[in-house]
Antibody, heavy 112, light 110 residues
Framework: QVQLQQWGAGLLKPSETLSLTCTVYGASFSGYYWTWVRQAPGKGLEWIGEINRSGIANYNPSLKSRVTISADASNGQFSLKLTSVTAADTAVYYC??????WGQGALVTVSS | QSALTQPASVSGSPGQSITISCTGTSSDVGAYKFVSWLQHHPGRPPKLLIYEVSVRPSGISDRFSGSKSGNTASLTISGLQAEDEADYYCTSFTRMSTRAFGTGTKLTVL
């Protein structure tokens, strides 16, 4: 059974860097799209970016200058870094093996 | 990139059918078969209902069906049940090699 377990800091101050990691259990890492999605309070789902089957990362143009998604296939993990966070980055962040398997979600709050 | 357009809300009575539309452009919905539909209950991860326009993953009820015409995709839920009350999102691959989400539709089962 495929499971995604995500973790990372839940409370950040403005200008800090958000860092989340997702570990994949029960599935091969290669050949899939590994994705990060978020949902701000009261808002809809927003695609942040993903690593594709070729190992290339693609990002939401609105976040591209601040986002890095990387993968460590040997450890079955992929990570999200978002720099210079503001209150607008407060959201529940989800990792996913697009689009069928999802992490449990992690609330990240940005507050001074 | 712009969000795909969905109605903000739809409603129906138990047993009825409803359809949610998802309108994009020739650079996303109209360009690819990679349109998916997700069901999202608050506090839970999204759940994949439909992928590649009309394919149901294993374990998804055949009450859920998807289709596409031009730049608009649609999700139909037949035989509405109380547990179908949730938010629904379409998503599409785009020519920029990104993914766009729909604006989301809140389904109320009356």
């Amino acid at each position: 059974q495929v499971q995604l377990q995500q973790w990372g800091a839940g409370l950040l101050k403005p200008s800090e860097t958000l860092s989340l990691t997702c570990t994949v259990y029960g599935a091969s890492f290669s050949g899939y799209y590994w994705t990060w999605v978020r949902q701000a309070p009261g808002k809809g789902l927003e695609w942040i970016g993903e690593i594709n089957r070729s190992g290339i990362a693609n990002y939401n143009p609105s976040l591209k200058s601040r986002v890095t998604i990387s993968a460590d296939a040997s450890n079955g993990q992929f990570s999200l870094k978002l720099t210079s966070v503001t209150a607008a980055d407060t959201a529940v962040y989800y990792c996913a093996r697009w689009a069928i398997y999802w992490g449990q979600g992690a609330l990240v709050t940005v507050s001074s | 990139q712009s969000a795909l357009t969905q109605p903000a809300s739809v409603s129906g009575s138990p047993g009825q059918s409803i359809t949610i539309s998802c309108t994009g452009t020739s650079s996303d919905v109209g360009a690819y078969k990679f349109v998916s539909w997700l069901q999202h209950h608050p506090g839970r991860p999204p759940k994949l209902l439909i992928y590649e326009v009309s394919v149901r993953p294993s374990g998804i009820s055949d009450r859920f069906s998807g289709s596409k015409s031009g730049n608009t995709a649609s999700l139909t839920i037949s035989g509405l049940q109380a547990e179908d009350e949730a938010d629904y999102y379409c998503t599409s691959f785009t020519r920029m090699s990104t993914r766009a989400f729909g604006t989301g539709t809140k389904l109320t089962v009356l």
